[in-house]
């Protein structure tokens, strides 16, 4: 009996000890002054972060000792700016969000597995004290770089705009209305119908931009769009290039000859101002083969280097550039300063020089994207 005492004390000092420690273990961390830095990129409405950020809100209360920072890269300039530079200073480069920082280790999106890897790196720098993330940033380089970035945007958007504003096909569409609307000597109508399809054109590009750069930014192919999009350029530089050394070969950087007899039926049945705007939005769709290679382009470089607030305002100016000739050609024909028959007469005359002026221009645009990835400024 004594020795089942014995056996029955033992095992329940044995139970008192495990639960001791099974206690101690649920305990927060001792902090000892010491604090290890998270740092966190995510985006609004982005679901992988939300649970992120839940789990992070968690461990919190476990290890009083982390402390984590927030950033937000949609909508905040100065947030994707740091995570361009940070990736930079852990030589990764930026990816989807979520996106943690955390020790040396740089941890991209959410799951059970990413979870213990986060507790087992903060425990690590618990031991050993980890610097914070933002210590890695050298702040003269890696601030040039981006400044050199920013600059380098706004040119590249103004010239591409250029190139689709000097674009024959817009042109050739607009000179088609006002021709069809001014047989019925209205000139009023005719400036108004002029206006409202523009608008309809600003605002049908515009809300494809949008679409555009928000599908990029979700699945997070920033980087490796941003690429296939310089290639695209030189690739439609020389095409351009093609059409001004050998117009009407194999193919030309316009609207499809098979298409051009319906797009002339579709305009030429507008006799309206609303039936100008509508027909604006369907005139768009016809465009795109010869309009949106520049387009495209712009959205993969802001894509790689713009957060959405900025990439919005850009968009803006982007099509405001690309609109602007077809505003003051109807303008033109409304005040009689030209008419649409020299209108057209002139837009055949330049034609080869419009597609010489293009093709240069999205070439150099292609090439210096290029030239960007290379050297690590974009």
């Known amino acids: 009996m004594r020795s089942i005492y014995n056996i029955t004390n033992i095992l329940l000092i ?15 961390q001792e902090t000892n002054g010491y604090n290890v830095h998270l ?24 290890y009083p000792s982390l402390v984590v920072h927030k950033h937000e890269v949609y909508q905040d300039q100065e947030s994707i700016a740091l995570f361009q530079n940070l990736a930079a200073a852990y030589s990764h480069e930026v990816e989807a969000v979520p996106t943690v920082f955390i020790g040396d280790k740089v941890i991209v999106g959410y799951s059970k597995t990413i979870s213990d890897s986060i507790v087992l790196e903060v425990e690590s720098c618990i031991s050993v004290q980890c610097e914070d993330p933002l210590d890695r940033l050298k702040d003269s380089d890696l601030l040039s770089e981006e400044n050199l970035a920013q600059t380098l945007t706004i040119p590249a958007v103004i010239s591409a705009a250029a190139v689709d504003a000097i674009n024959p096909c817009a042109f050739a569409v607009l000179i088609i209305l006002l021709t069809t609307i001014l047989a019925s000597h209205r000139k009023k109508r005719a400036l108004f119908s002029g206006l409202a399809f523009s608008i309809s054109i600003f605002i049908s590009y515009f809300l494809m931009g949008i679409g555009l750069y928000s599908a990029i930014q979700a699945t997070g192919l920033t980087h490796k769009f941003y690429l296939v999009m310089a290639v695209l ?21 316009e609207v ?16 309206s101002i609303p039936g100008a705007f509508f027909i604006g939005f369907v005139v768009s769709l016809f465009l795109l083969p010869c309009t949106s290679g520049p387009y495209i382009v712009i959205l993969g470089l802001l894509s790689k280097v713009a957060t959405k607030n900025y ?35 002139l837009r055949q005359k330049k034609l080869k020089a419009l597609h010489l002026i293009a093709g240069l221009i999205i070439l150099c645009l292609g090439i210096g994207m290029l030239i960007a990835m290379w050297f690590g400024i974009i």
């Open 14 to 28: 044995c139970c008192l000890v495990m639960a001791l420690a099974s206690a101690q273990d649920a305990l927060p």
């Open 311 to 345: 990439a919005l305002t850009l968009l803006v100016l982007y099509n405001i550039i690309f609109v602007l000739p077809m505003i003051l050609i109807t303008f033109a024909v409304y005040f009689g300063i030209t008419t649409t028959e020299k209108a057209e007469e």
């Open 256 to 271: 499809p000859l098979k298409w051009r007899p319906n797009l002339k039926k579709l305009i030429k049945g507008v006799t």
């Open 233 to 253: 350029a030189i690739v439609l530089g020389l095409f351009n290039l093609k059409d001004y050394l050998w117009y009407g070969k194999w193919f030309v950087m």
């Open 39 to 62: 740092h966190m990129f995510y985006g609004q409405g982005c679901q992988h972060c939300a649970a992120l950020d839940l789990f992070l809100q968690d461990i919190q209360d476990q």
